[in-house]
């Protein structure tokens, strides 16, 4: 039972959040975030569409920069190559070409990596910066599976990719990221640790050959990066290793002192789910992980994880994962040449931990743990939130600190945690036939809680009171039918996150799956899969990442008015129909399909809300980005966007002859169950 009083909402009266702009509906995509806890609580959203004054909120610099209009038409196309162009969807981000000042940070070819991180050193440049980019681009050629890449300065991770699987006529992408947050790690020289373990043999035959480049420059909006970034690693880099801790089998606890004079502080997580925790959005609950023993032991623990942050032992925030798919997930010909939302950038999640610097700044010694956490359950009802999962996530953390005068000791009131235990609902049922063997089995699991930290604390800038708070709810709903050979997952994640440093985050995470194998006398296999997920999100001010906004290009057709633009709204979807045919005998396996996708990103106004009204609002939006792409067999056949009222169409070169064809694994390393 909660304190209901602090977010005057409750969540134990069976109230179920709706959809964040949900699968399937199309309407009022990027308005469609604000709604979803209108049936949750009971404050007045006002939805003010803004049709007709633009210009209000974008400042017009005169003549439309045709030229750089021009080169991002021609972004996803080099007729120069036969090489596909794969690549995430993703707003603009702002990296300006003529710089003049660009450093080339690693020039690599991962071929047999497994274990060999790249290894090189930054110094930083001699201009003037405010601001830092990357571009990382890679090409590939030959076959490969997708694999994981984690990129350190020294001990601390500041990157997240992963790769697309190549062709054998080869493919290239280009991610560029804004890394500003990072920015005082900029002005220091740096270890660079780039870690992306790949295997070379005679059937997978692809390296990938990567270059990273660093662009600096100066904007005259600063962003407020962090004065100081405190790493919770593994702590490798000295031995010219890689930082990662694998959880559970490594406990993912660092002991820092911190410096006395903090004025903000932030935490943020890195993780993602590997091997029995790829798919862990599939998997099934502990009880039931042996219901279908011709196709093996299910992964369990429940679909449902969180992301835990303790301090000292106390829990001082969670995070509820984005449901990340790499490029070789579930059916591979989803992801060519569009990867998955967030696969070429896995994003960290942020808990704001100012309300403990009280306890931070005493000048001793605290611990900082990452957990990850799932769901365990007897059979019989009871249910508890585990201390472990299955192997593995892969972990890092960061402790983000703005200082306050160097000569300054923040004290405060002690911390009050509202941390109820969170509201549990889970259930299951097998179908057997009459000599016992179970056909269908279907479970449903329901995860609600809210957490709040508040103390006040003392700055040279007086007394204010700081507070982090969180509201979460989760749903799962699935089955498994034909003896475990058809799955059917319906999941949403919603919640929302508010500090008292000027930031709100709405999110939504709604993804459906539903996958059937079939296995052949002659070892050949095949997958079909139906998807349709989103990730939504309404975020205003910013905590140790940069606002979107502040990183968005608009290619000199406006320059934003930050102040009439608190905040943005993103509705990005994903939806279509796939399939997966692996013959063995031939060392050959093809994909095809269809994945379409929408993303649109608006700016919004809006305040963040006080303790006391509950949920960010918002007053109205303005469409700055939208791209709608239609990808099937491999190729795009619909590329249309949209960025800042003006639209233009993509046209890409004609197929190269294998866009099909895909590295072969098992079905239970694309799927997440079935044989090995
Ligand atoms: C914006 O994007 C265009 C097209 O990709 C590019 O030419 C231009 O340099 C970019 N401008 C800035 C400021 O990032
Ligand atoms: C990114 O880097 C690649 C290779 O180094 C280069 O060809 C490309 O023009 C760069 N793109 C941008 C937008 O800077
Ligand atoms: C990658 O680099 C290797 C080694 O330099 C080279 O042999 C190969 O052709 C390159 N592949 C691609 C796709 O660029
Ligand atoms: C990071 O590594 C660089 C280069 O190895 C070293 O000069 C620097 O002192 C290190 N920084 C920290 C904070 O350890
Ligand atoms: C990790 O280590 C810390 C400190 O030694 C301990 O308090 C904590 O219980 C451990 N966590 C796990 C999951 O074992
Ligand atoms: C049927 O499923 C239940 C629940 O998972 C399991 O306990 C039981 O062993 C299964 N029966 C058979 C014959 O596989
Ligand atoms: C149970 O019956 C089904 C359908 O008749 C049959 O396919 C299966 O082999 C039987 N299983 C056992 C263990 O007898
Ligand atoms: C199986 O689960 C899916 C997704 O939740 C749902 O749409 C479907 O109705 C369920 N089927 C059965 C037979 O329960
Ligand atoms: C995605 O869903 C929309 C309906 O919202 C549908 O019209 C479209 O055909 C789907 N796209 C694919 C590729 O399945
Ligand atoms: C297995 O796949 C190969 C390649 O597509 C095909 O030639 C063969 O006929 C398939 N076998 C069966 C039983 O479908
Ligand atoms: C996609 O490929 C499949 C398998 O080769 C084929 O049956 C289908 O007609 C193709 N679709 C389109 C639109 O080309």
Redesign the pocket.
């Known amino acids: 039972m909660g304190d209901d009083r602090v977010f005057s909402v409750s969540l134990n009266g069976g109230n179920k959040a709706t959809d964040l702009g949900g699968n399937g509906k199309t309407a009022h995509r990027h308005t469609g975030v604000v709604d979803i806890f209108r049936p949750l609580l009971c404050s007045i959203l006002i939805l003010i569409p803004l049709t007709c004054s633009v210009l209000a909120y974008l400042t017009a610099r005169g003549q439309p920069d045709l030229p750089s209009f021009k080169s991002l038409a021609s972004r996803a196309l080099d007729q120069s190559s036969s090489f596909l162009d794969v690549f995430q969807v993703s707003p603009p981000v702002l990296s300006p070409a003529e710089s003049g000042c660009a450093q080339t940070l690693m020039v690599h070819s991962f071929a047999f990596s497994y274990g060999q991180p790249f290894v090189g050193e930054y110094t930083p440049p001699s201009c003037d910066f405010n601001r830092v980019t990357f571009n990382l681009t890679v090409t590939s050629a030959g076959r490969q599976f997708d694999r994981l890449a984690l990129m350190y300065f020294n001990d601390t991770e500041i990157f997240r990719t992963s790769t697309a699987e190549p062709t054998s006529a080869g493919i290239r992408w280009t991610y560029l990221k804004d890394m500003t947050n990072y920015l005082v790690l900029f002005k220091e020289p740096q270890k660079i640790i780039f870690d992306l373990g790949n295997l070379i043999d005679s059937t997978y035959t692809a390296a990938f050959n990567t270059t990273l480049t660093a662009n600096f420059f100066v904007e005259e909006e600063a962003m407020a990066p962090a004065d100081v970034i405190f790493p919770i690693s593994a702590r490798q880099s000295a031995s010219n290793g890689p930082s990662a801790f694998s959880v559970p089998a490594q406990n993912a606890t660092n002991t820092l002192t911190l410096p006395q004079n903090i004025r903000k502080a932030v935490f943020s997580i890195s993780a993602c789910g590997q091997s029995a925790e790829e798919f862990w959005w599939s998997n099934v609950l502990s009880s039931d992980t042996l219901s279908f023993p011709d196709i093996g032991a299910l992964y369990g623990y429940s679909p449902f994880r969180e992301l835990q942050l303790y301090i000292d032992g106390m829990l001082a925030g969670v995070a509820w994962p984005f449901p990340v798919i790499f490029t070789g997930g579930v059916v591979p010909g989803f992801w060519r040449p569009v990867v998955g939302i967030d696969a070429f950038d896995l994003r960290e999640d942020e808990i704001d931990i100012s309300p403990f610097l009280p306890l931070l700044c005493d000048g001793k010694e605290h611990t900082f743990e990452i957990r990850v956490a799932g769901l365990d359950d007897d059979g019989n009802g009871h249910v508890t939130f585990t201390e472990t999962v299955g192997s593995y996530w892969i972990v890092t953390g960061k402790v983000f600190l703005w200082l306050d005068a160097s000569d300054w000791i923040t004290t405060g009131s002690d911390l009050v945690s509202v941390v109820p235990d969170p509201a549990l609902r889970l259930s299951s049922s097998v179908q057997a036939l009459a000599n016992g063997t179970n056909t269908t089995l279907s479970y449903s699991v329901e995860v609600q809680r809210h957490l709040s930290f508040t103390s006040t604390i003392l700055t040279s800038q007086g007394p204010s009171i700081s507070s982090w708070q969180q509201v979460l709810t989760y749903s799962n709903s699935g089955n498994f039918s034909d003896k475990g050979n058809v799955q059917a997952t319906d999941q949403k994640t919603n919640g929302f996150d508010i500090s008292s440093n000027g930031y709100s985050r709405v999110y939504g995470y709604p993804l459906w799956v539903y996958s059937a194998f079939a296995t052949f006398p002659d070892g050949n296999f095949s997958i079909a899969a139906n998807m349709d997920r989103s990730k939504n999100l309404q975020v205003i001010g910013q905590l140790a990442f940069p606002s979107s906004l502040r990183t968005f290009n608009s290619s000199g057709l406006a320059k934003l008015n930050f102040a009439a633009f608190p905040g943005t709204s993103s509705n990005n979807r994903q939806n279509g129909t796939a399939?997966y045919l692996a013959a063995p005998s031939q060392s050959k396996s093809?994909s095809?399909?269809?994945t379409e996708q929408d993303l649109f990103f608006a700016g919004v106004e809006g305040s963040v809300s006080t303790i006391q009204s509950g949920a960010p609002t918002i007053k109205g939006s303005i469409e700055l980005y939208h791209r709608h792409v239609l990808a099937?067999?491999g190729t795009i056949?619909e590329d249309e966007e949209t960025l800042v009222g003006q639209t233009f169409s993509n046209s890409y070169p004609p197929l190269t002859g294998d866009e099909?064809s895909f590295a072969r694994l098992d079905i239970k390393s694309i799927l997440g169950r079935g044989p090995a």
């Open positions: 399939t093809y095809w399909g269809s099937t067999n056949v099909q």
